[in-house]
């Protein structure tokens, strides 16, 4: 795939668990609208 890659996860109802091993792998991507509004699962 050409170009800047994104993962948008913002308004898509979705929980995600609590890790450490997601936080960094998320941190690993420049573009991640939503990622300080994430909803965890089971807060």
């Known amino acids: 795939m050409d170009g800047p890659q994104r993962l948008a996860i913002a308004n898509t109802g979705m929980c995600v668990p609590s890790s450490q091993a ?5 941190a690993g991507i ?10 965890r699962c089971g807060s």
């Open 22 to 26: 997601l936080d960094d792998w998320l």
């Open 30 to 39: 420049p573009d991640v609208p939503g990622r300080d509004g994430l909803t």
